[in-house]
């Protein structure tokens, strides 16, 4: 039996997996009222299962791994886990499809205006008919940018390509075949693929590379009237250079479901931007989705505790 942390609220059914085999707190450090209880936790025990949350963990000195409920790692600092010999997991693939589809509705509904239009009718506007200042703009056809092309960059690219008619350029390191998009998707250069996009995603992991990546000199570089989303994190995007490109008429529209700062301030501008279809980071957030991330975040964590091959180790 190990000592087992719990900081992010598990399933009553993936909970009681854990607490089957090991001694289990839960506190979450983001309630003012279990501060205390994760502080007094947090050294003695070898395991730690949660998302969303920066933990110090430099007093965790037992700590053998970490099990993360996500399948981003930017929370962590992987060279003092790697230094410390802590393995991390994550889940990858099992969210991959619903983030996709996210990406893909913020894409519509930021090409689309479907937020305003539902708002105007929703508020009683909708006394006439529409005149050409509430029109949208088509996605089929168009030819969409993805930013970084692994899991979740290609699930977007196969809607896009196969379901919407649309051209795929995408950005990465290296080249990618994807089954089925053969001649759909090509890759390109950072400039090329913004140049050349009229609808760009963001679809990279937040790291010491990207952090920033997209900023004044990406914005310009940008279509005039191009439709931007960021379906990763919000810290890749210089957020100001981001309201400068939409102020200044150069972007049409942008559909946001990550922000530097989480929860979005409520003084951020981003928030009440007409142009901007905000999201509260709900990527991955079906009930479906969530279910089988906790599966995947505890059987990684049972298995690094037991000993053996976690499924989902990130490598460090
Ligand atoms: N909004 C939400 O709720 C969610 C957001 N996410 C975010 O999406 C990210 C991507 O997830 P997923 O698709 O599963 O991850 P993958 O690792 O499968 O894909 C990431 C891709 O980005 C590429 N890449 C990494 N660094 C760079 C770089 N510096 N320049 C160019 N390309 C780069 C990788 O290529 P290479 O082979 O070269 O490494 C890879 O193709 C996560 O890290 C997370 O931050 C994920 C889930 C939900
Ligand atoms: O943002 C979500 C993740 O799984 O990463």
């Known amino acids: 039996m190990s000592r087992v942390l719990v900081y992010r609220e598990l399933p009553p059914d993936q909970l009681a997996r854990l607490q089957a085999v090991h001694e289990v707190t839960v506190a979450d450090p983001r309630q003012p009222d279990q501060r205390a209880a994760f502080d007094a936790a947090l050294p003695l025990v070898e395991g730690l299962i949660g998302s969303s949350f920066k933990i110090d963990i430099a007093g965790a000195s037992r700590l053998k791994v970490i099990s993360s409920i996500s399948v981003g790692v930017d929370n962590y600092d992987l060279a003092d886990l790697k230094a410390r010999g802590i393995t991390l997991c994550h889940t990858p693939g099992v969210l991959t499809e619903t983030t996709a589809d996210t990406i893909f509705a913020l894409i519509m509904a930021s090409s689309r205006r479907l937020v305003d239009l539902a708002l105007h009718v929703r508020e009683g506007r909708w006394t006439r008919n529409l005149g050409d200042e509430l029109?949208?703009?088509?996605?089929?056809?168009?030819?969409?940018?993805?930013?970084?092309?692994?899991?979740?960059?290609q699930a977007v690219a196969r809607r896009a390509a196969l379901g919407f008619g649309m051209p795929v350029r995408y950005y990465s390191r290296r080249l990618v075949e994807v089954p089925g998009l053969q001649g759909l998707a090509t890759h390109g250069s950072l400039d090329e693929v913004l140049a050349g996009s009229d609808i760009i995603a963001v679809t990279l992991p937040l790291s010491d590379e990207t952090r920033?990546?997209?900023?004044?000199?990406?914005?310009?570089?940008?279509k005039p009237g191009a439709v931007f989303v960021n379906g990763a994190r919000g810290a890749i995007v210089q957020e100001d250079a981001l309201l400068q490109a939409l102020d200044g008429g150069h972007l049409r529209a942008a559909?946001?479901?990550?922000?530097?700062?989480?929860?979005?301030?409520?003084?951020?501008p981003l928030r009440t931007h007409p142009l901007v279809t905000p999201l509260p980071h709900i990527g991955s957030a079906t009930h479906e989705t969530r279910h089988?991330?906790?599966?995947?975040?505890?059987?990684?964590?049972?298995?690094?505790?037991?000993?053996?091959?976690?499924?989902?180790?990130?490598?460090?």
């Open 212 to 222: 920033g990546l997209i900023g004044a000199r990406e914005f310009a570089l940008m």
């Open 292 to 316: 089988r991330m906790a599966v995947l975040a505890t059987d990684n964590l049972l298995a690094a505790l037991a000993g053996g091959v976690p499924p989902a180790v990130y490598p460090l």
């Open 255 to 268: 559909g946001l479901d990550v922000f530097a700062t989480e929860p979005l301030p409520q003084d951020s």
């Open 135 to 153: 029109f949208g703009w088509d996605v089929h056809g168009k030819t969409l940018g993805i930013l970084g092309f692994g899991r979740i960059g």
